[in-house]
């Protein structure tokens, strides 16, 4: 993985600098790119960048401000044409040693805060923060230009015509009592003839 800085991908929290934040920027080789592309299901990947800095808030806790950008492709949800978006989105993580998450006992109400706080592990991958960044900024249904025409043709060649459509069963059930309500009125006036 290419990188400008001399940050790599993976930084052991021991050598963090505690008194200022540490700059990285990210830039996946092709390699890299085409491996992520093949993992999350896209057509096509590129210009992707993870930018940012690693600060120390309090004692022992690193919180991770940066941005995510990258172009990719996907197929369309209803034509499967390939529909290409630029991404462009905060990525925000925040790490706290684990002795700090109390053990909480079974059925105890719990408050959570806003800020998603993971366990400080020994080292932070920062191509597994991008990789989920990315995946979680993907749009979910891609939709390519006419996708709505296409999709409303397609309901309509898959709605059955009217004639073959199913009858009310009320109505069934009124043209069933009205062929017996007949069926009894010509019965008795048989039987008076």
């Known amino acids: 993985m290419s990188q400008s800085g001399s940050t790599s991908e993976r930084l052991r929290v021991a050598a963090l600098r505690n008194n200022q934040p540490t700059p990285f920027d990210l830039r996946p080789d092709e390699a890299r790119r085409g491996a992520l592309a093949e993992e999350l299901g896209l057509l096509g990947l590129k210009k992707l960048r993870l930018a940012g800095e690693i600060r120390p808030e309090g004692r022992d806790a690193w919180r991770l ?9 996907q ?3 209803v034509t499967l044409a390939p529909v290409t978006t630029r991404i462009d989105e905060p990525v ?4 706290r040693p684990e002795e700090e998450f109390a053990s909480i006992p ?9 800020d998603e706080t993971d366990p400080l592990p020994d080292v932070i ?4 923060v991008m990789a989920e960044a ?8 891609p939709h390519a230009e006419g996708a709505e025409a296409a999709a409303e043709a397609l309901e309509e060649q898959a709605a059955p015509a009217p004639e073959d459509e199913r009858p009310n069963p009320f109505a069934a059930l009124s043209g069933l009592r009205a062929r017996m ?3 009894a009125d010509d019965g008795e006036g048989g039987e008076n003839r």
Do not use: H, K, N
């Open 125 to 128: 991958d920062l191509g597994a």
């Open 181 to 183: 309500e007949s069926d």
């Open 106 to 114: 079974e059925g105890a109400e719990v408050e959570m805060t806003d």
């Open 65 to 73: 401000e940066a941005t995510i950008g990258a172009t990719v492709t």
């Open 134 to 141: 990315l995946s979680l900024a993907l749009p979910l249904y």
């Open 75 to 77: 197929p369309c949800v």
């Open 92 to 95: 925000s993580r925040f790490w």
